[in-house]
T-cell receptor, first 112, second 108 residues
Framework: DSGVTQTPKHLITATGQRVTLRCSPRSGDLSVYWYQQSLDQGLQFLIQYYNGEERAKGNILERFSAQQFPDLHSELNLSSLELGDSALYFC???????????FGEGSRLTVL | DAKTTQPPSMDCAEGRAANLPCNHS???????VYWYRQIHSQGPQYIIH???NNETNEMASLIITEDRKSSTLILPHATLRDTAVYYCIVRNNNDMRFGAGTRLTVKP
């Protein structure tokens, strides 16, 4: 157990819809990273937050947005969903002392 | 984009050492080398990291060349449960981008 919690674990929705994925980092970790992993693909970095502020941006589509709240949990919002958005979405928090990432078990999104 | 190059796949016999290479020829002086692995579709798992010196922990050893342009992750006695995709990452501040990794298959 990494200490990072992601919900929901599975989500099935239709094209054009909007979903929100939630991530609770490990206690004490201020940084949250979001990654997308499509079937048999590598991990694509989407965005990173540190203590509520956006710190780094990767290949995140304009239809996607994220935020980190004062209690440090983070949400990834995916809108106008397309079939190609079907993927595993991972959240990770970064340890303050060593800088290693601790990953959650992911949210599997299926867009039909 | 990832700053590392890894072979796409490798095989290793169970009980033998698995040596996974990574090339990071453009690494700069303050960048760390991190290794993670991902078993099937689980969340990636941290293995080890280093800056200049070789490192060892309960999971693996990390050998970094003197010029820091490449490194090798060593799993000393590979087991079937070590079958996974192994990612080598060069960390630049907040940037933690994963490449395609090496798919290691441990065979009986």
């Amino acid at each position: 157990d990494s200490g990072v919690t992601q919900t929901p674990k599975h989500l099935i929705t239709a094209t054009g819809q909007r979903v929100t994925l939630r991530c609770s980092p490990r206690s004490g970790d201020l940084s949250v990273y979001w990654y997308q992993q499509s079937l048999d693909q590598g991990l694509q970095f989407l965005i990173q937050y540190y203590n509520g502020e956006e710190r780094a941006k990767g290949n995140i589509l304009e239809r996607f947005s994220a935020q980190q709240f004062p209690d440090l949990h983070s949400e990834l919002n995916l809108s106008s969903l397309e079939l190609g958005d079907s993927a595993l979405y991972f959240c990770a928090s970064k340890g303050a002392n060593t800088g290693e990432l601790f990953f959650g078990e992911g949210s599997r999104l299926t867009v039909l | 984009d990832a700053k590392t190059t890894q072979p796409p796949s490798m095989d290793c016999a169970e009980g033998r050492a698995a040596n996974l290479p990574c090339n990071h020829s453009t690494i700069s002086g303050n960048e760390y080398v991190y290794w993670y692995r991902q078993i099937h579709s689980q969340g990636p798992q941290y293995i080890i990291h280093g800056l200049k010196n070789n490192e060892t922990n309960e999971m693996a050893s990390l050998i970094i060349t003197e010029d820091r342009k490449s490194s090798t992750l060593i799993l000393p006695h590979a087991t079937l449960r070590d079958t996974a995709v192994y990612y080598c990452i060069v960390r630049n501040n907040n940037d933690m981008r994963f490449g395609a990794g090496t798919r290691l298959t441990v065979k009986p």
